[in-house]
């Protein structure tokens, strides 16, 4: 019997473009400190290829998860290669539709000089362009934790900032009038300052 963080396939390849949206809007964070590497960008093309009816679901499952994998980069880039890295994985399961989403507004925040309004503002972003069939889509998701085959199981998704992202996410989508959190905790330690932009070559 299959998870119920998978949904149909028709759901999948629905909630995929939202999530490339998610993704790409943070990608930029990874490109300026790994203007060499594609992967992430990749993966957010092949997301909406995906999305589109163009790939296999199969061969999409087998390459999943391959973006920025091995770049020497600073968390808020860490976060927006793993935001591509989840949108690609939906071809497995619908529900790394919302790790794509919280890896992007978590690279959002990780960097801004006012991470806590850079996380709202990135979320409030992520509802106002989810389309009415996308959010019924992932309203059939499981609340975060409470079912163990997928994504929102008791992982990294359901920890930390992360899980309060989704959270706050799968409240909203159960009720379009719950208000976001506007403060959110954020551990120092993984916030680090961008380098200089380098040239792409």
Known sequence: MASPQT????????????????AERVLALFEAEAPNDDSPRDAIARTRAYSRGEL???DEIRRRFVAGRGADVGP????????????AAIAHMGAHALGAAAYAAKAAGLAAKDPSA????????QLRHMAKPVRAALRQLPPLGENRAGPLGP????????????????ASLADSE???PTAWE???????????RRQRR
């Open 7 to 22: 949904l149909s396939e028709a759901d999948r390849r629905l909630v995929a473009t939202w999530a490339a949206d998610c």
């Open 56 to 58: 296999d679901t199969a």
């Open 76 to 87: 808020a880039a860490t976060a927006a290669a793993r935001a591509a890295g989840q949108a």
């Open 186 to 196: 954020i551990d120092p330690r993984s916030v680090r300052s961008l380098p200089a």
């Open 118 to 125: 850079a996380i709202t503002k990135e979320l409030r972003w």
């Open 155 to 170: 992982g990294m998704l359901a920890s930390g900032l992360l899980g309060a992202i989704i959270r706050a996410l799968q």
């Open 178 to 180: 719950h208000p976001l």
